[in-house]
Nanobody, 128 residues
Framework: QVQLVESGGGLVQAGGSLRLSCAAS????????MGWFRQVPGKEREFVAG????????FYADSVKGRFTISRDNAKNTVYLQMNSLKPEDTAVYYC?????????????????????WGQGTQVTVSS
């Protein structure tokens, strides 16, 4: 069983930055691809960024490419999402997710159903 706890959300002005963290329990973290998703009330949860087991492989939604950076520290069982140049449309609850361990080292899952474990979410609000 993997437990994920997000932190780092908050209120920021447009153009500002935030760094989200997701701490994972369990010894399988280093063999799981990790992802960040976000959800606005009334809308479907959407993929934001993902990182493969191999930290060299990342993937971003077009809406955040060039502004957000995902990274992981396997020694700390933590994945990060650095968010720069934030826009009001980035306002959402952000969720961390882990896929089942043992998959391809170079795969970055992008669909919700590819992830088995989810955090409780952290609110990010960007004011204009």
């Amino acid at each position: 069983q993997v437990q994920l706890v997000e932190s780092g959300g908050g209120l920021v002005q447009a153009g500002g930055s935030l760094r989200l963290s997701c701490a994972a329990s369990g010894r399988t973290f280093s063999s799981s691809a990790m992802g960040w998703f976000r959800q606005v009330p009334g809308k479907e949860r959407e993929f934001v960024a993902g990182i493969a087991v191999s930290i060299l492989w990342t993937f971003y939604a077009d809406s955040v490419k060039g502004r957000f950076t995902i990274s992981r520290d396997n020694a700390k069982n933590t994945v990060y999402l650095q968010m720069n140049s934030l826009k009001p449309e980035d306002t959402a609850v952000y969720y961390c997710a882990a896929d089942p361990p043992g998959g391809s080292a170079f795969s970055v899952p992008k669909r919700i159903d590819e992830y088995d474990y989810w955090g409780q979410g952290t609110q990010v609000t960007v004011s204009s």
